[in-house]
């Protein structure tokens, strides 16, 4: 099993819908790729985030779904319409278990 973890760092005063959509998008993701487990997106409401304000994780069987999610072209779409525009850091860790 693959655990895919991001955190995004959105641009300060972005508008809370468009916050929003991109989680809805992400999550939306779960009817359009097979290859992907589950997923949850949302805002990170901790107060040690260090301004990482949206996370996601995904489970994945194996690293090729894990590979074949990546290069999706929705996902790649959400990418370049949704998180693009707004994020200014992204981290991205992966646990095998």
Do not use: W
Not at 56 to 72: A, G, M, Q, T
């Amino acid at each position: 099993m693959i655990e895919h973890i991001v955190m995004f760092k959105i641009k300060r005063n972005t508008p809370a819908d468009k916050i929003n959509s991109m989680t809805e998008s992400l999550n939306g993701l779960k009817n359009k790729i097979p290859e992907l487990i589950d997923m949850h997106a949302g805002v990170n409401f901790s107060h040690r985030n260090k301004g990482f304000d949206v996370m996601l994780v995904s489970r994945f069987r194996n690293k090729e779904d894990l590979k074949i999610y990546v290069d999706h072209p929705e996902h790649r779409k959400v990418i370049e319409e949704m998180i693009q525009p707004i994020r200014e850091d992204v981290i991205v860790g992966d646990l095998e278990h």
